[in-house]
């Protein structure tokens, strides 16, 4: 039985003839920060979608997009991808998203 896990990252290369996806993640080990890449298949039915723009095609898909990638992992320990959400800012730079209190 596998699980699905997510993982958060950078996408540093897109293969979409052979369907395999990288993505570069910064953990820390022993105080660094030191970056480990990711890669993973890309299932049959792979779904990317954005918080603003909904559902999209893979060929939207871009390299240095932040990305949660759901994925589970199969016997033979291959990363299948089912979902790639882009992370977007919450805010685009120079504009104001909060609330004034009069006071």
Not at 10 to 21: A, S
Not at 29 to 40: A, C, D, H, I
């Amino acid at each position: 039985m596998s699980f699905e896990r997510i993982l958060e990252g950078t996408v540093e290369f897109i293969d979409r003839q052979n369907r395999t996806l990288r993505v570069k993640q910064e953990i820390k080990k022993e105080g660094n920060r030191q970056p480990l890449s990711v890669v993973f298949s890309l299932a049959p039915n792979v779904t990317v979608t954005s918080s603003s723009r909904g559902i999209l095609k893979l060929t939207e898909l871009r390299i240095g997009q932040k990305v949660l990638v759901h994925y589970v992992t199969e016997s033979g320990g291959k990363a299948v991808a089912n979902t790639i959400a882009i992370v977007e800012p919450m805010s685009k730079p120079g504009s104001f998203s909060g609330v004034r209190v009069a006071g």
